[in-house]
């Protein structure tokens, strides 16, 4: 790496007439080109395929012939900004795509599941159980009278009864929505009223970290005003015998073993329009109300398949994939359920956390079954990091081939990190870029093909037109902006549910004709893409526009840091400073000097000008309930609070501020 000087970096942008927007000082020269082994045997290994994409439509019906269709589209796109509909005419069910022809083809026996409970019972579920039990299921929700159409809200552990309970509503044409289990009663509550849905399936509870986690509780909580909607609750027994009883309802809650394991599998998968909703998925704005993002069926179904297959270089016959996400946020929905069963892979489903029993719970699952794809995010890797190289040395990895992260920009030494010691330097880091809205990866490596530069997600897969503008919408062809998608893509939102002005307003109004969801992005001198983070998480430092993901990278570059958040403060002088919130790797001590000395690092690494005024050492960080750094809640810490010139000796009141925040705020989602 090599710190560039800010007046070279922000001239060097001025391209087109458009100037960069957010300015780019951190160069990272490290490259990895395709690993021999893995090229000579890959999907794809040539450029080629990017060629073929340039007919966007024709690349896409291509995709869409991978699935089985009841009836074909008539026209692959209609197009009518900001509204597509994709496969118009085409009729499809998404649970027979992913589950009836796999079994129809033979391959009743492979194994679609490898369950691991926390606890540690262990369940291999196949192709045609799992068929059965979706029928059962269907016919369970059928006979509680949920017809096409209907809302079924499914808040679950990570059983396999959640994708069960998802692929049930697929089957019947029901539209899921599944709330993440970790969400309180109130959260529940909104996404039910905002969703009408007519039956509730959820859990007793599940595991999580040694403890039971009591869900049917915080259901009742939920029901007991509002969210009227609800007809039935269908809960499935995790807990049992380990827990006192949960209360039942008569009449509205059943069990999932009288309601459905009494049905016949035999369950008939309802014709759906290629654009017939399959699922909302909530996921918070800038407002209180959480949007209620639509996806629909064949379009959907298309992208993941496709990128599921070639992001990660898989084959059912050779691959054993883990996606290590909750099945509650978009990751799960798109890699644990849809795109891999639709693939026909054989998954491995774990409930817990990575540190029960112990710190190596997830290398000892990689060894077990032998997973030769793993699919995680930077806060995971982070903390694998925090939690030293031994713990993984400690098993046999070798069966990895491809690694992927997904979340949020991946810094490169996490980056180097991963590839090192999780994937013993053969394995290609797959970092790819998608939102819930998009619906599956956007800007990704293809494993075969590309040279990996750590901590960029290169560029757009083929099929897809991302591209960087500046304040005015100009496009940019080198340094930093915001990212955008011009052109409609299969998996794409439809819109948010019961409000398409929110829907124009939010993502097509800053750009017209542009969708824009709020990520700040700089492009190389090789066209490759790097993700800034949120665009509300960049600094402006003495007129400055100053990614905070450069200067968290530059922090955890230094051996001593394990993870560092970012942000920027007010301040009379400059307009805004630097504030870092560093986490020590064990064993080193939190000394003045020792922040003086990470204040030089960073100068050192990117430049003067971002050098943060203040370090506040902390034992941890506030992250939302899928990972991600609550920078928001340290702006307000920051701003709120006078903190030390320089270093902020993990300060007992500021540390206890972050905690009870975090956990007011979490609360609150
Ligand atoms: C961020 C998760 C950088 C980004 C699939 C995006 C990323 C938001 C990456 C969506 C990545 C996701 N590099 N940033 N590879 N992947 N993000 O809706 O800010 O939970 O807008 O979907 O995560 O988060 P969401």
Redesign the pocket.
């Given at each position: 790496m090599t710190a560039n000087d800010g007046d070279s970096a922000s001239s060097g942008a001025m391209l087109d007439g458009a100037r960069a927007t957010i300015e780019d000082y951190l160069a990272e020269e490290r490259l990895f080109p395709p690993p021999d082994a893995l090229r000579a045997s890959a999907l794809v290994n040539s450029e080629a395929i990017y060629d073929q994409a340039a007919d966007r439509e024709s690349f896409w019906a291509t995709q869409a012939h991978a699935l089985t269709w009841f009836e074909p589209w008539s026209k692959v796109l209609d197009w009518t900004p900001p509204f597509a509909r994709w496969f118009v005419g085409g009729k499809l069910n998404v649970a027979y795509n992913c589950l009836d022809r796999h079994v129809e083809e033979g391959r009743g026996d492979k194994v679609a599941y490898f369950f691991e409970g926390e606890p540690g019972d262990q369940r291999a579920i196949t192709y045609a159980e799992l068929l059965d039990e979706v029928g059962r299921c269907g016919n369970a929700l059928r006979s509680l009278g949920v017809e096409r159409g209907d809302r079924v809200a499914i808040y679950m552990p990570m059983i396999p009864e959640l994708p069960v309970a998802m692929l049930a509503c697929a089957r019947i044409g029901a539209v899921h929505s599944v709330v993440f289990g970790g969400f309180s009663a109130e959260a529940l509550r909104d996404r039910i009223e905002d969703a009408e849905a007519k039956v509730l399936i959820t859990a007793d509870g599940g595991w999580r970290r040694g403890q039971p986690v009591r869900l049917k509780a915080s259901a009742d909580a939920a029901l007991e005003v509002g969210a009227s909607s609800i007809e039935h609750v269908i809960v499935a027994r995790r807990l049992g015998e380990a827990v006192e009883a949960v209360s039942m309802s008569a009449g509205r809650d059943l069990w999932w073993d009288d309601v459905v394991a009494t049905k016949e599998s035999h369950c008939p998968a309802e014709a759906m329009d290629s654009e017939d909703l399959l699922y909302l998925l909530y996921?918070s704005g800038t407002t209180a109300k959480p949007k209620g993002i639509m996806h629909t069926s064949g379009g959907y179904l298309t992208q993941v398949a496709y990128t599921h297959k070639y992001v990660f270089d898989h084959l059912p016959e050779r691959d054993v994939y883990w996606c290590a996400a909750d099945i509650g946020?978009?990751?799960g929905h798109s890699y644990i359920v849809y795109g891999p069963l639709a693939n026909g892979a054989t998954s491995v489903l774990y409930e817990g956390t990575p540190d029960h029993p112990g710190r190596d719970r997830w290398w000892s699952i990689v060894e077990r079954y032998g997973v030769t794809i793993l699919y995680t995010a930077p806060t995971a890797i982070r903390t694998f990091m925090k939690w030293g190289a031994q713990l993984p040395k400690g098993h046999d990895l070798t069966s990895l081939r491809v690694l992927g992260?997904?979340?949020?920009?991946?810094n490169p030494e996490a980056w180097i990190w991963y590839h090192e010691n999780i994937g013993g330097s053969r394995c290609p880091v797959v970092?790819?870029?998608?939102?819930?809205?998009t619906g599956a990866i956007m800007?990704s490596p293809l494993p075969g093909v590309t040279t990996l530069k750590p901590g960029s997600?290169t560029r757009p897969l083929p099929g897809i037109s991302a591209e960087v503008v500046d304040e005015a919408g100009a496009r940019l062809t080198r340094g930093g902006g915001y990212l955008t998608l011009s052109e409609p893509w299969p998996a794409m939102l439809r819109g948010i549910y019961k409000d398409p002005d929110r829907y124009e307003a939010t993502y097509w109004s800053r750009f017209p004709g542009r969708y824009f969801?709020?990520?700040g992005a700089k492009i190389d001198a090789d066209g490759y893409l790097w993700?800034l983070?949120?665009v509300d998480d960049v600094m402006n430092v003495s007129g400055h526009r100053v990614s905070t993901t450069e200067v968290e990278s530059a922090l955890v570059d230094h051996p001593s840091v394990a993870e560092a958040a970012v942000v920027g403060a007010k301040d009379d002088t400059t307009g805004q400073a630097i504030i870092a919130f560093v986490t020590l790797r064990a064993g080193v001590e939190a000394t003045a000097e020792h922040g003086e000395m990470l204040r030089g690092h960073v100068a050192g690494k990117i430049g003067a000008i971002a050098r943060p005024r203040t370090v506040v050492f902390t034992d941890d960080l506030p992250k939302t309930r899928?990972g991600?750094i609550m920078r928001r809640l340290l702006r307000d810490v920051a701003e709120g609070r006078v903190l030390g010139d320089t270093t902020t000796l993990a300060d007992p009141a500021v540390v206890e501020e972050l905690r009870t925040r975090a956990t007011e705020q979490a609360n609150e989602e």
């Open positions: 996921t946020w978009v990751t992260s997904v979340g949020e920009p991946i970092d790819t870029w998608w939102q819930t809205e800007i997600a969801a709020g990520d993700l983070g949120r899928s991600k």
